[in-house]
Nanobody, 118 residues
């Protein structure tokens, strides 16, 4: 079983910034893909951004140019830098880790609340 611990959520005003962190209980080198998802009240969980262990990234159209996903192998941590935050970014943000071998497995963190409000 792999545990993922998120941190960095909170309350921020529109236009502000927040940085989320996710620390896995295993070496980040062993994880094929990692990502951030979010779920707003009454909505389905959606992809925010993903990053492979080769540092290839992809983003939801709604966050392109505002959010940046990265992983620091030395610190065993994945990050999500969120700039120019909007009220519609308000959601619980979840860290996700996927392993491809010996079979596909994925794990989720408990989530961290991000609220964008004046």
């Amino acid at each position: 079983q792999v545990q993922l611990v998120e941190s960095g959520g909170g309350l921020v005003q529109p236009g502000g910034s927040l940085s989320l962190s996710c620390v896995p209980s295993v070496s980040i080198f062993s994880i094929n893909d990692m990502g951030w998802y979010r779920q707003a009240p009454g909505k389905s969980r959606e992809l925010v951004a993903r990053i492979t262990n080769g540092d290839s990234t992809n983003y939801a159209d709604s966050v392109k140019g505002r959010f940046t996903i990265s992983r620091d192998n030395a610190k065993n941590t994945m990050y999500l830098q969120m700039n120019s935050l909007k009220p519609e970014d308000t959601a619980v943000y979840y860290c996700n880790a996927q392993f491809f071998t010996p079979f596909l497995r994925q794990y989720w963190g408990p989530g961290t609340q991000v609220t964008v409000s004046s």
